[in-house]
């Protein structure tokens, strides 16, 4: 029996390069990071790696980067 | 006791021939098949099947699971997931029960899982009412589900045995349907025995290591693709109806043909009550009219080619109606037959064998066109 | 356990909370209709790490009730997880009451947006009082349902509620679920953008605004005890939260409230904690 299309397989960007929705591209200003990694456990997207490298191709400029950032480390840039 | 008979005779490949209802049948079939995830809740007339199954596995006759579920809606879904896992499956239902999980059904049958369902047709209200007819079963034609439809209780045993296998060969669920009342409380003689079904196959099971999602929101042509798939499997399953019709009671493949080989006049009806149908079919044989009876074993697939070959005159008798006409009715008819119709016995109003004749005769001098039997 | 570049809106609470199943042993996820639906990934694409069955609205307890009982009876060692939203769990709330009742051995995560968002912001039993809606346009008449008491009520095994706010403490509530037996609940407060109307930058900021305001009470509940998380204890004590109205005003859903509607609120909102406390052993 053919499985299709019952079956979808798992896929990075199943929606697509998202990052073509930002309006505001959020970064890291290296000399105020003191990689808490509170970035990384609170990006919905989850495309802030271990070393505080943002993936551009998915990140969608919400912001809570940004917002939450305590040594305001982040500044949204506009695309 | 009746338990120690059956135990003794479907382990060591014995037939064993016992006084059962159609409901305690199928509850010996299922025991045979073995399933792994039993969900069901209970519904006049078919709780004697849930109680019958819950005391084998409380007595150890039966290794199964038993969820106590809280509504019929749930029943087909937890068969659902249980099936989704890979386990062999059986729920049970009736009327308004199967009105609860009618969306289930389309669900299961859209997933591509095989599992067994029986129905004890019983009338839909409103009004109220508890007794057979077959109102409710046709909830089911337009799912994708194969609908069998049994006569008696053997056939209700036999044929809840080939639906685990057939249900597996092709990965569709099957429901097998027996008559409120008159067959599921009634007792007639089954010869028990164990066919030997294998192993549980189906076309995909979900375990915690894989990386997919099944049922996902899917758009226009695959969507399509998928209700494709499963009608072109639907009528494709009447092969293997057919081939293991042997092996399963020998009734008759898609269709019992009963004294039609040369017939002027042939009767369309499934359900228990083709039983007495048969009866007048002797009387009016006896009073010179060459009369058969055609009865369909499914409602699904539908029997196209055994309905497309009858010749002569055509009367399709229903135990439920989708409008003026009855449901199979519209089913012969769509077949290109120019069939009579009469509807009858809705809510369970008994139509007995001086009834049948009554029928019957006004059908063989012409008295009939659409009517209902009141 | 979810793959970036997925459909979710920017700043979505659902797929924060999806990022931190990783803490949970062999899941399987069973997802009726909502948010979860499609930011799960649409055909052919599953945007999951973790196999994902999707099942129609109401059926979700039953479904992962029947896998489990699968699974054990074939061996497999698996956490089947019912990931819902709250409008899955109004639809679907005989069936979850029911998989509570029978103490089915699954986890149950209700993904609270307070709205039926997927279907563009219609009130739910849970969303907030006074909320403005599509379907509650000069905002919810009846107060927001407490699923996680009624949990607790069903003497569930393991009962915890958790905000995208704080993901330490969700994260440690998710392990905890996933180490033990039994019918266990996480009801998870999850501030939607779109749906609140506030800026996606926001979602975190009023999370924990919402425990800071008393509006979301974090504890857990198992053993017979309710504990109060450690993040939300301070505000436990109504002296120590914040005005209720710093919590509404941020929120577009809100706008509308009078002074003495916000006081109605916090009186409301009071009232629920005095049953909270009555059920903590703190």
């Known amino acids: 029996m053919d499985l299709e299309p019952l079956i979808s397989r798992m896929k990075l960007g199943a929606a697509g390069e998202t990052g073509s929705w930002r309006n505001y591209r959020p970064v890291v200003k290296r000399e105020l990071c003191n990689v808490c990694k509170t970035c990384l456990s609170y990006c919905p997207e989850g495309v802030i790696n271990e070393m505080i490298e943002i993936d551009y191709r998915f990140c969608k400029g919400c912001g809570i980067c940004k917002e939450i950032c305590k040594q305001k480390a982040i500044e949204m840039v506009p695309e | 006791m009746q338990g120690d008979l059956q135990t003794k005779g479907h382990r060591d490949g014995t037939r064993v021939r016992v006084l059962l209802t159609s409901n305690e049948a199928i509850a010996e079939a299922v025991r045979i098949a073995e399933p792994e995830v039993i969900a069901a809740y209970p519904i006049t007339p078919q709780s004697p099947i849930v ?133 599921s409380h009634t007792a007639e003689v089954v010869e028990i025995w164990n066919p030997k079904i294998p192993e549980r196959r189906q076309a995909y099971r979900v375990l915690p290591t894989d990386r997919f999602a099944v049922n996902a929101v899917t758009m226009g042509k695959a969507r399509m693709k998928a209700r494709y798939d499963l009608a072109v499997d639907l009528e494709n399953s009447a092969k293997i109806i057919e081939k293991s019709d042997a092996e399963f009671g020998n009734h008759g493949g898609l269709v019992e043909k009963y004294r039609l080989d040369d017939a002027d006049y042939a009767v369309v009806m499934m359900g228990g009550w083709c039983g007495d149908a048969k009866d007048a079919i002797d009387v009016l044989r006896g009073e010179g009219y060459k009369i058969g009876l055609l009865r369909l074993r499914f409602l699904r697939p539908f029997p196209k080619k055994a309905v497309k070959e009858l010749s002569g005159e055509v009367l399709v008798v229903d135990k439920g109606n989708s409008d003026i006409r009855g449901v199979l009715g519209i089913e012969v008819s769509s077949c290109g037959i120019e069939a009579k119709n009469v509807v009858a016995g809705i809510g369970g109003v008994d139509v007995g064998v001086e009834d049948f004749c009554k029928i019957f005769k006004n059908f063989v001098e012409g008295r009939i066109g659409l009517e209902w039997y009141l | 356990m979810i793959l970036p570049g997925n459909t979710s809106c920017q700043g979505c609470p659902i797929s924060l909370a999806m990022r931190c199943l990783d803490e949970i042993e062999n899941p399987v996820l069973v997802i009726p209709a909502g948010c979860s639906t499609v930011v799960a990934g649409l055909h052919p694409n599953s945007a999951m790490k973790i196999p994902v069955v999707h099942v129609p609205f109401a059926s979700t307890n039953a479904v992962a009730c029947g896998l489990k009982e699968a699974y054990k009876r074939l061996g497999v060692e698996a956490n089947v997880i019912a990931w819902m939203g709250d409008g899955g769990a109004d639809i679907g709330f005989a069936t979850l009451s029911a998989s509570a009742a029978r103490r089915d051995d699954i986890i149950t995560v209700v993904v609270d947006n307070e709205a039926y968002m997927n279907t563009g912001t219609q009130a739910s039993l849970s969303t907030f009082w006074k909320a403005k809606t599509t379907t509650s346009p000069l905002g919810k008449r009846d107060e927001k349902r407490n699923l996680a008491l009624i949990m607790i009520a069903h003497r569930a095994d393991y009962v915890a509620t958790a905000t995208v706010g704080y993901v330490e403490d969700l994260r440690r509530k998710f392990r905890k679920a996933g180490e033990l037996k039994g019918f266990r609940f996480i009801h998870i407060h999850c501030p939607c953008p779109p749906g609140w109307r506030f800026p996606s930058e926001k979602t975190i900021e009023i999370a924990r605004k919402a425990v800071a305001s008393g509006a979301w009470a974090l504890f857990e509940y198992y053993n017979g005890k309710l504990r109060f998380s450690g993040v939300g204890r301070r505000y436990v004590d109504k002296e120590n939260r914040i005005p209720l109205a710093d919590y509404l005003r941020s929120q577009g859903r809100f706008e509308h409230l009078s002074d003495e509607e916000v006081k109605e609120l916090e009186n409301a909102i009071e009232k629920e904690w005095e049953i909270i406390r009555k059920f903590s052993n703190d």
Do not use: K
Request: aromatic share 10%; proline share 2%.
């Open chain 2, 51 to 183: 109680e019958r199954l819950a005391e084998m596995i409380a007595s150890g006759d039966l290794r199964a699971s038993f969820v106590r579920v809280e509504s019929e809606h749930s029943a087909m879904a937890v068969i659902h997931g249980a099936a989704t896992a890979g386990a062999r499956v059986f729920t049970a239902t009736s009327s308004h029960g199967l009105a609860y999980m009618y969306e289930m059904c389309w669900w299961i049958a859209g997933s591509r899982l095989p599992a067994v369902m029986a129905v004890a047709t019983r009338s839909i209200g409103a009004p109220w009412n508890i007794h057979g007819d077959h109102t409710d079963i046709v909830l089911l034609r337009d799912t994708g589900w194969i609908i069998g439809m049994a006569e008696t209780a053997q056939e209700a045993f036999d044929m809840t045995l080939q639906a685990f296998f057939v249900s597996e060969e092709v990965n569709i669920p099957f429901a097998v349907g027996i008559d409120a009342f008159t067959m």
